[in-house]
């Protein structure tokens, strides 16, 4: 995979990987700020991925457990 010269890959490259990828992806930031959502996650959600980008994961999701048992914080 192409890295650039700060040890990081390339977004472009990336964007390209997640964008293949035939199940639901979605990337977020330390606030929780969706950066990435591929065309998959678009169509299972029915959210189109400019209107997901930028967005707190649980404004998208809108499920139960986003606010009291959020598994993304348990994970990060």
Do not use: W
């Not at 998959?40 to 048992?69: N, Q, R, W």
């Amino acid at each position: 995979m192409a890295k650039t010269e700060r040890n990081q890959y390339n977004p472009q490259v990336l964007e390209v990987i997640l964008d293949s990828i035939a199940d639901g992806v979605f990337t977020v930031d330390e606030n929780f700020r969706i950066t990435s959502f591929n065309p998959a996650a678009a169509e299972i959600t029915g959210v189109p991925i400019m209107e997901a980008l930028g967005k707190y994961c649980y404004e998208v999701f809108k499920a139960d457990i986003c606010e009291s048992d959020c598994a993304l914080k348990q994970a990060m």
